[in-house]
């Protein structure tokens, strides 16, 4: 708990909002319009919503991601959008049993005008939810409280996203703009198909709002960046009985290494190793041959990064530990090692988004009431790193998220809605 706490920097709502004097205070008659459309509609938000958590898009699950999309693609067409797919290749996968993942296509929806500021906006379509998990409809109980796979993580951000562009059609607002839609569908893995579009996309618009959720009502203002590593040992294999002299253990092996790599966690500079995933051997009896490692590495600064990845890539060259003179080329032990998201720095015209974000949401419902820093990284992170000043905490507010836990409220999804119909037509018509 105080470890949570202490990690939550939460900043006035007079000291952020300072930085948006220009921002009116007011809602005008088109905003209101805005947002009598989003309550005229409250029932049918919700019921998309159900639909959409109950359509398993666990990021491995191509059909039901492809089902998503062609949903979404329809949905953005008849919003006057021009939409295209965008395949990624398969990212091949070192572990003990090898092959790759596949990843399924993403979504670019466009309208273009003579409109000056140029929009992107942001949503994955994928869950950490797989086909067969348990949790795979949404509840929604009399107090509001919604629980379902996703719900914030992002199904609900998604229909907000769609339905604040509904509520701008109704009334015109898209004409002549210039915005664009990206949905993705591997942002729960790290993007790691997706990366090249999002920064393509990026370097092309002005300004970046991703409609991930947030957390306590507390908008992020910066996050870290995130890295993760894969060892793959090679040892042999050989009865643990008759022939434990004939064998080299893969798993003791991956152990030194794994200990010497998360002796890189330093609180002080913000730097994180985690071996999330840890497997080696298939039998009690046999001395084993294969042993591989997922791990998860955070960071506070792009140098912090590469330091950790040149630790990383050190410790697993360095000459193994276990040894049999029999088979002097063993073990052998191969990493992998990609810096996934960049660190998001503090960035002035986020402060000004957010601070806009705050002064509409204490109008309209559900105020975000201050700031995070995150450890957590989203698509925004990736956006920012190529220079799109970028807002990612738009969404629902929740909590539980990637657990059986999940939960949003109706509350939020309104509220939020209307925030985001609003904030988009002032950002588009700038
Ligand atoms: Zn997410």
Redesign the pocket.
């Given at each position: 708990m105080f470890k949570r706490l202490s990690s939550i920097a939460v900043v006035s709502l007079s000291l952020i909002a300072s930085s948006a004097l220009a921002q009116p205070e007011t809602l005008s008659e088109q905003e209101l319009r805005l947002i009598s459309w989003v309550d005229k509609n409250q029932d049918q938000i919700l019921t998309e919503l159900k639909s959409h958590v109950e359509i398993n898009t666990g990021t491995a699950n191509i059909e039901g991601l492809n089902l998503y999309r062609d949903l979404l693609s329809a949905d953005l067409a008849a919003l006057g959008f021009s939409t295209e797919t965008h395949s990624s290749s398969d990212i091949k996968v070192l572990s003990c049993k090898g092959g790759s993942i596949q990843i399924a296509d993403h979504l670019v929806a466009k309208r273009s005008g003579s409109a000056k500021n140029r929009v992107l906006m942001n949503g994955?379509m994928d869950t950490v939810f797989s086909k067969d998990d348990e949790f795979q409809t949404l509840n929604i109980a009399d107090d509001g409280v919604l629980k379902g796979p996703g719900v914030a993580?992002?199904k609900g951000g998604i229909v907000i996203m769609i339905n604040a562009l509904r509520a701008l059609h109704a009334q015109g607002l898209l004409d002549d703009t210039n915005l664009t839609v990206l949905f993705n569908s591997d942002?729960e893995i790290g993007s790691l198909g997706s990366r090249q579009l999002i920064e393509e996309l990026a370097r092309q618009h002005d300004i970046g709002l991703v409609f991930?959720g947030s957390y306590n009502n507390l908008a992020t203002r910066a996050r870290k960046g995130l890295g993760q590593v894969r060892l793959r040992v090679t040892g042999r294999e050989s009865h643990a009985g008759g022939a434990h002299e004939e064998g080299v253990s893969a798993t003791l092996e991956l152990a030194h290494k794994v200990i010497e790599i998360e002796k890189l966690t330093d609180y002080s500079r913000k730097v994180t190793v985690n071996t999330g995933v840890l497997s080696g051997g298939e039998k009690r009896n046999t001395v084993p041959g294969c042993a591989d490692a997922y791990i998860d590495m955070r960071f506070p600064s792009l140098e912090a990064g590469q330091q950790l990845e040149q630790s990383v890539k050190r410790i697993a060259a360095a000459k193994p530990v276990v040894k049999n003179a029999k088979y002097p080329d063993l073990p052998i032990v191969e990493s992998w090692a990609v810096l996934h998201r960049p660190v998001k720095p503090e960035n002035a015209k986020v402060d000004e988004i957010i601070a806009q974000a705050m002064a509409l949401s204490a109008l309209i419902g559900e105020p975000i009431v201050g700031t995070r820093y995150s450890g957590g990284g989203?698509d925004g992170s990736i956006a920012q790193g190529v220079g799109l000043p970028t807002m990612d905490s738009l969404g629902m507010d929740g909590k539980g998220a990637h657990s059986s836990r999940e939960e949003s409220t109706v509350q939020s999804l309104i509220a939020r809605t209307k925030l985001a119909a609003v904030m988009l037509a002032r950002q588009l018509h700038q």
């Open positions: 994955h993580d992002m942002e991930e989203t």
